[in-house]
Every structure is written in structure tokens, then in C-alpha cells.
């Protein structure tokens, strides 16, 4: 079965920055699309940036020129770099391999002074 679990998120002040982590089991994630994706309390699940299997990205206008995703194949791994974090990038944050419907349980990160 497929499992992805996220870590690395946490309480960051604004204008700090986070790296999230996804480690996959049951598949390989090379051959696959994968994204990130937050959802905001209150709000809709979004997709924020994904990087497909040749490494092309893609990102969401809210977060273009800060995050950057990327992907470790021989870990089987895929990573969010977020840079100059804002309030409103507070949100649980989700890996997905996008042709999949797994979901991990996410990871929480809080932007707040």
C-alpha cells in the first residue's frame, strides 16, 4: 500500500522559512507527477507546486519566486523549500503523487509572530 508521509513543518515567524520533507513507501516515485498542496482552515484543499517527472515545476501565483519544490529519486523522497513565509501560507501542507489518490496526514505549518 502506498504510504507518503510529510514532516518539517512548525511555527515560523514571518519572513522565515521551512523546508517540508515527503518520504513514499509502497511505490517508486520516479515515474510519477507530484505536488504539494495546503489547505488553510476554512479553506479548499490547493495545489501550490508540482514538479513532474522530468523535473519541470510549476507553482501556484501565491507562492511563485518563494517555495521551490524538488525531488530525490534514489530517496524516494520530494521536498518543499519554503522561503519569505507569510500569515496566510499558514495551513496543513500535503505530498501527492498526482494521479493517485493518497493522502499522508500532512504537516502543519504556522506563520505567526
Known amino acids: 500500500q502506498v504510504q507518503l508521509v510529510e514532516s518539517g513543518g512548525g511555527l515560523v515567524q514571518p519572513g522565515g522559512s521551512l523546508r517540508l520533507s515527503c518520504v513514499a513507501s509502497?511505490?517508486?516515485?520516479?515515474?510519477?507527477?507530484l505536488g504539494w498542496y495546503r489547505q488553510a482552515p476554512g479553506k479548499e484543499r490547493e495545489l501550490v507546486a508540482r514538479?513532474?517527472?522530468?523535473?519541470?515545476?510549476d507553482y501556484a501565483d501565491s507562492v511563485k519566486g518563494r517555495f521551490i519544490i524538488s525531488r530525490d529519486n534514489a530517496k524516494n523522497a520530494m521536498y518543499l523549500q519554503m522561503n519569505s513565509l507569510k500569515p496566510e501560507d499558514t495551513a496543513v501542507y500535503f505530498c501527492?503523487?498526482?494521479?493517485?489518490?493518497?493522502w499522508g496526514k500532512g504537516t502543519l505549518v504556522t506563520v505567526s509572530s
Open positions: 501527492k503523487i498526482l494521479i493517485l489518490s493518497y
Open positions: 514538479i513532474t517527472s522530468r523535473r519541470s515545476t
Open positions: 509502497g511505490t517508486i516515485l520516479n515515474v510519477y507527477d
